[in-house]
């Protein structure tokens, strides 16, 4: 009985560390899911299309890195703001990655 007694006591103590590594584990994952999408290599495309109601860009834009070859296409965008800043007929260099099932603009920059 102190023998079992004593193996609870080992296992109970272990126990929060074996919590805190799956935990760090877990947000470890997920901060390098955002990097990866930070540091995707940026496109060139062309507005073809601003949809502020649907959230969307239709871009024509050169070959992905995932593999897509270039044609036209709509995008969300992560971020609604970016929609305003935008317009038909302005080139645009952009990230994207599937977002929720969705194509979607993770990085944009606006060329000078």
Known sequence: MKQLI?????????????????DHDMHAGHGAMHSDAAQTALVDGLVKKVD?????????????????????MAFKVKDASWLDKVKAGQKIRFASDNVNGAMTIVRLELPK
């Open 6 to 22: 004593a193996s609870l006591v080992f296992i109970a103590t272990l126990a929060p560390a074996f919590a805190m590594a799956a």
């Open 52 to 72: 502020k109601a649907g959230g969307k860009l239709t871009v024509s834009h050169d070959a992905l890195p995932n593999g897509m070859p270039a044609m036209t």
